[in-house]
């Protein structure tokens, strides 16, 4: 019998328990026991959910209180001394202190960076690194909820973050410091855990290192070998898993690795089946990741079981069967929605409903194909009631993709040009200050949206109730002193949910959440048909916002790429299809936003180097469809219109040159985490227009000083002439509070007057 087991599970609950959990303890209002609970109460829900689908191995240790990365951070004792001063290293104050800043007590520090986790939206904490790290283990709350978890009566297969991929995701904090040395004192450690989860009773554990799926160079490579040499004689049975690519070039370090099993994403590279059989010795488990983990879509079990059936005969029960990477990615349960057309919510596949998919596949594969018959024709006939619906394909929409042309990805003149025309007409001082488009999204705003939806009030009361938050946004931008304004996005759920909603094509889920990070949460849409724009989007609260300042308020888009990637995408057409239809459906509202007047205008693209495939093979052909989208979007412009983007949130150093390629006017950029280390790569790479490097961390409570925001604009003045820099935070500010966001933006105000006025002395 084939078994099957699960990478993870969303934490999160159903209906963002531990969202409201978190959020409710950082205020205040409820202890560090209520909090617990709501997470031990999230787990047996979620191991049972499991375990009555038929998991045979149920993974304990995919949850975490903010990220797995920052999980193991602190279980290895791997603290900053930053955090150190205001609690224990394993406290969870000193957790949430390294992710916010700020803990519950009130204690305030810089927190940990905070980036993408390899090509997802999910976001990690980044490890710091030191020659003085303090490393020490702290496996109880891993222990305790391998405990809890056979209390219920399940079978638990610890999950841990691998020692190597651990130091390969940090960065050192020091000059000149290779934090691959540390290895040799984390691997007693990684001996220590695992000798005792023997002690516990654990009979497999699952050892992620998704770096095999990257581009590793022969030291890491090496690392590899090491570290699972020295863990070789472990009590326990050791599974390796990887994910989000194929094994590619590092197949045959992956199966020579001395482990019990190896775990593939055969979502992502279905083609590496029959490579890793052949490769991976016979004694060894192949655990098939068949089940698509990172979208939505409901699988087609025939082609899938084509795939298995011959590795299935030659291994036996040593295939295993499991999805292709943790469920953290999709939502939990579609069976919650009522409100999605039929033919599209019979084709969806939750968190859940893959468990029941991996179900059928291994009944198909015990039994015979005809023994899980009726499950494979309803599959096959959910995803041909999607194929026939309506909207999926739309001959104007293809008539237009058919008829794009080079020229319609180009700005009128080269940016030296546009650039003296956009100073003539928006007469800017220099350093110019702005922000990235959001204001808080206020308890008053949430409810006059949710009090519109369910219809309580009229539409007339609706529109009313957003005025008077962009007519305050501006109000609050003026008093500030800021150069140019933004409308404040009152009227917007999300960055691309709100588009979403205004564009064909896609489709809504009622709690169809996952986690971007900490308790911030996403609703991704679903983009399920042809995308265009049936009536602009945008142009009415731009054009209000503007009636009320003599000062340019920026026109607020998100980019192609950005809705793409952010959605669940269709999967029966390529993405960079889909995206160049985004695009067009973008160009349209842009240009709408220039003839109302509109004389700056920001296509956001913070999911661009996201986006980037894990293998360097893939780079120049992902970043030509992902640029040309973004300048189809924006070429439709007059030279004297001025065209930002903004990006936050991921390593975007080894991509400047596809960024340099997006001839946007000005690029806003996350920065002020991690104290400003963009500025090497524009140094060695010479970046040609205008950049605005972020100088407040939007992502923490704490308010950064003016002093600390001039040192950080004095660094990029040393690396971006002055005439083309910008002063902004690293990201909108609808999750913060007005009381940290006045204040804060003053200090960026004066930081850029303090910076602009030495500049001019």
Request: hydrophobic letters at 40%; aromatic letters at 8%.
């Amino acid at each position: 019998m084939h078994a099957t087991h699960n990478l993870g599970y969303p934490r999160i609950g159903a209906r963002r328990e531990l969202k409201r959990a978190q959020e409710q303890y950082w205020r205040g209002d409820i202890d560090q026991s209520a909090l617990r609970r709501v997470g031990a109460d999230l787990r047996h829900r979620h191991w049972q959910a499991q375990a009555d689908a038929g998991v045979d191995l149920v993974p304990v240790g995919d949850f975490a209180w903010y990220d797995q990365v920052l999980a193991t951070t602190q279980m290895l004792g791997a603290v900053p001394e930053r955090f150190l001063e205001h609690g224990a290293p394993d406290s969870l104050d000193t957790f949430f202190r390294m992710a916010r800043g700020k803990s519950a007590s009130g204690a305030t520090v810089w927190p940990c960076e905070l980036t993408k986790w390899f090509d997802t939206n999910y976001h990690y904490l980044v490890p710091e690194f030191t020659a003085n790290t303090r490393l020490e283990l702290n496996p109880d709350e891993l222990l305790e909820q391998i405990a809890e978890a056979r209390k219920l009566g399940v079978t638990p297969k610890p999950v841990i973050l691998g020692p190597v991929t651990w130091l390969w995701l940090g960065k050192p904090a020091e000059d000149g410091f290779d934090h691959r040395s540390l290895l040799p004192r984390v691997l007693p450690l990684y001996q220590q855990l695992l000798a005792r989860l023997a002690e516990a009773g654990v009979s497999w554990v699952q050892i992620d290192e998704p770096i095999l799926a990257t581009d590793l160079d022969e030291h890491w490579g090496t690392a590899l070998r090491e570290a699972y040499a020295a863990l070789a004689d472990a009590p326990v049975h050791r599974l390796v898993a990887t994910y989000f690519a194929g094994l590619e070039d590092n197949l045959a370090l992956a199966a020579e690795l001395p482990v019990d099993g190896l775990h593939v994403d055969l979502a992502r590279a279905p083609q590496q089946l029959d490579d890793v059989h052949r490769a991976l010795p016979a004694d060894r488990v192949l655990s098939a990741g068949i089940v698509d983990g990172r979208n939505i879509w409901r699988a087609d079990p025939a082609p899938l079981l084509e795939r298995l059936e011959t590795v299935a005969r030659a291994r036996g029960e040593r295939l295993w069967l499991a999805p292709s990477c943790s469920l953290l990615h999709v939502p939990v349960d579609k069976e919650r929605e009522s409100a999605l057309e039929p033919a599209i919510k019979g084709a969806l596949s939750f968190a859940r409903q893959k468990l029941d998919e991996l179900a059928v596949l291994r009944k198909a594969l015990a039994e015979g194909r005809d023994a899980a018959g009726a499950e494979i024709e309803a599959a096959q006939a959910a995803r041909q009631a999607l194929a026939d619906a309506p909207g999926v394909r739309n001959p104007d929409v293809r008539q237009r993709m058919e008829q794009i042309s080079e020229r319609d990805a180009q700005r009128g003149s080269p940016w030296a040009e546009r650039a003296r025309q956009q100073r003539e007409r928006l007469r800017l001082p220099l350093i110019p200050t702005t922000t990235i488009g959001s204001f808080p999204q206020t308890t008053e705003i949430r409810r006059t949206r949710r009090d519109f939806k369910a219809g309580r009030i009229s539409e007339a009361d609706y529109n009313e109730a957003m005025r008077q938050e962009i007519a305050h946004a501006i109000r609050e931008q003026e008093a500030l002193d800021l150069d140019v304004l933004v409308h404040g996005e009152a009227e917007r759920n999300d960055m691309v949910e709100y588009f979403g909603e205004h564009l064909a094509g896609f489709a809504f889920t009622e709690g169809g959440w996952v986690q971007s990070y900490g308790s911030r949460c996403v609703k991704p849409p679903v983009i399920y048909g042809d995308v265009s724009r049936p009536s602009p989007m945008t142009v009415e609260w731009s054009r209000y916002a503007q009636s009320l300042t003599e000062r340019p308020v920026k026109g607020m888009l998100t980019g192609p790429l950005t809705i793409l990637q952010w959605s669940f995408p269709r999967d029966d057409q390529p993405r960079a299809e889909t995206c160049r239809q985004i695009a067009l459906a973008l160009r349209d509202e842009v240009v709408d936003l220039e003839q109302a007047g509109i004389a700056v205008i920001q296509v956001d693209e913070p999911a661009l180097r996201e986006g980037l495939p894990l293998r360097r093979s893939g780079h120049a052909a992902y970043l030509d469809w992902a640029v040309e989208s973004f300048r189809i979007a924006v070429s439709g412009v007059r030279d004297d219109t001025q065209i930002h983007t903004h990006m936050c949130y991921s390593e975007f150093n080894d991509i400047l040159a596809g960024i340099a390629a997006l001839d946007a006017d000005v690029i806003t950029i996350e920065a002020s985490r991690s104290d400003m280390e963009l500025l090497d790569g524009f140094e060695r790479f010479a970046y040609p227009n205008e950049v605005g490097p972020g100088v407040y961390d939007i992502h923490a409570p704490r308010v950064p000083t003016e002093e600390e925001m001039q040192d950080l604009l004095r660094a990029a003045a040393r690396v971006i002439p002055a005439e083309r820099l910008w002063a902004n935070p690293d990201c909108g500010l609808k999750t913060r509070r007005w009381d940290e966001v006045r204040p804060a933006l003053a200090n960026l105000v004066a930081a850029a007057k303090g910076v602009r006025e030495n500049i001019a002395a």
